[in-house]
């Protein structure tokens, strides 16, 4: 299938997360099937649900509210300015990271 934007160049089809996607590699265009935006969306939602049990589930748990969670008895990595923390949240818009 030829690419609407560009009109010479053939689409590619990768498959990410069990949904194949079309792109163009000239201008990096994506298109989607009938149903596969719908399948993205309740990927989406089912990790949103997962990641809303899982903060549920740490905020149950008891705090530890001590001496030893002051600034000098950190780790290292911690005491960083550019520490996150956090791993980075996962997107539907990852899987369109052709590169």
């Keep these: 299938m030829k690419c609407p934007v560009c009109t010479t160049t053939d689409l590619l089809m990768t498959e ?10 000239n201008c990096r ?7 596969e ?7 989406d939602v089912e990790n949103a649900d997962a990641l809303a ?3 549920a589930a740490r905020d ?14 950190r780790g290292y990595d911690e005491r960083r ?7 980075k949240k996962r ?3 990852d899987m369109f990271d052709f590169d």
Excluded: M, N
């Design 16 to 25: 990410r997360r069990s949904i194949e996607i079309d792109y163009c590699p």
């Design 29 to 35: 265009g994506v298109w989607l099937d009938r149903g």
């Design 37 to 43: 935006l719908d399948k993205l969306i309740a990927q």
């Design 53 to 55: 049990t899982a903060r």
């Design 60 to 73: 149950d748990l008891p705090r530890r509210d001590h001496a030893y969670e002051s600034e000098r008895h």
């Design 81 to 87: 300015a550019d520490y996150r923390g956090y791993k």
């Design 91 to 93: 997107s539907i818009f």
